[in-house]
């Protein structure tokens, strides 16, 4: 009965630790330059793209011909290029871990993305064609997707890419100044950076500008209320802890304490109903004996006249 008690009650903290999910926080990115034809698109809602604009899980941006568009993501940044469409899937924080999520889906055209910070082994950046998957640790590379096949090219640092449209292949390790072709049941082939991919990404890395200052001072605000926002729920949940563990302590201690009494109870109980039982006997006894007393025969003496 103890064991299953005390059972019951871990039982219950663990399923209301799980029950209890902390709500998303989300990040968002910021337009630092474009030019030409760039389009955000938010729900229902279709709009010219401007320098200062949030970018938000669930956007997609369009750019026409002879376009681009830089955008800042926390200690990110990526050129969306010409003729490419980009969907928004992932800005996600664990406020448990304190880790960034971040995943873009290249519908078509060509994206180049520089991942400053060297990531934790729980963070990821990836890009993701209707072929390719590409996630990195902290590097500067670019993919390129048409139609079933994408080209994923690594300029510097380390880039895992995963076929896609053949699952069935073992990913591969791009390093730095690599390159790798992907199609759907073809072997991908690690060669060497192609000169014009060289050139391209080492004249995009040049020209990246810096963010303006207001523009740094709103993202840099943003930023910190994120990780306030972080610190906090993070606090409230290992009070939220603490407290239940106070609780089923003292739960723990009641149920103890009435298991003690229910065994102390069992214990007693056989030594009272022996007790009972032998004063019944003894009160059977001297009941007989009386009975005994009163069925015995009376017998008169008589006195003899015999001389």
């Known amino acids: 009965m103890r064991r299953f008690s005390h059972a019951a009650l871990i039982m219950i903290f663990a399923a209301g630790l799980v029950c209890k999910k902390a709500p998303a926080l989300e990040r968002e990115g910021v337009v630092n330059f474009l030019t030409g034809t760039v389009m955000i698109i938010g729900g229902a809602e279709k709009k010219a793209a401007s320098v200062g604009d949030p970018v938000k899980k669930g956007m997609r941006i369009e750019t026409g011909g002879k376009s681009f568009v830089d955008i800042y993501f926390d200690d990110s940044e990526v050129r969306v290029l010409e003729n490419s469409s980009v969907d928004i899937d992932d800005l996600g924080i664990d406020v448990h871990e304190g880790t960034e999520h971040s995943l873009l889906k290249l519908n078509r055209g060509s994206i180049f ?63 730095d100044e690599q390159q790798v072709v992907v199609e ?45 926002a972080v610190e906090d729920r993070r606090q409230k949940d290992i009070e939220s802890v603490e407290k239940q563990k106070t609780l089923d302590r003292e739960n723990v201690e009641k149920q103890k304490l009435r298991d003690k009494e229910n065994v102390d109870r069992l214990r007693t109980a056989p030594d009272k109903a022996g007790t009972e039982a032998g004063g019944n006997v003894e009160a059977q006894k001297e009941e007989a004996r009386k009975n005994l007393e009163n069925v015995k025969p009376a017998i008169k003496k008589f006195k003899s006249n015999v001389e």
């Open 113 to 175: 993305s520089r991942v400053m910070k060297k990531l934790s082994k729980d963070e990821r950046f990836v890009i993701r064609t209707p072929t390719t998957t590409a996630g990195v640790r902290g590097t500067e590379f670019m993919v390129i997707s048409e139609e079933l096949k994408s080209l994923v090219a690594c300029l510097n640092g380390t880039v895992q890419v995963k076929n896609d449209a053949s699952p069935s292949q073992e990913p591969v390790l791009l390093r």
């Open 184 to 228: 759907k049941d073809r072997p991908m082939s690690v060669g060497e950076l192609a000169s014009e991919n060289r050139r391209l990404m080492n004249g995009i890395r040049r020209s990246f500008r810096e963010m303006k200052t207001s523009l740094r001072e709103r993202f840099e605000k943003k930023r910190d209320e994120i990780r306030k």
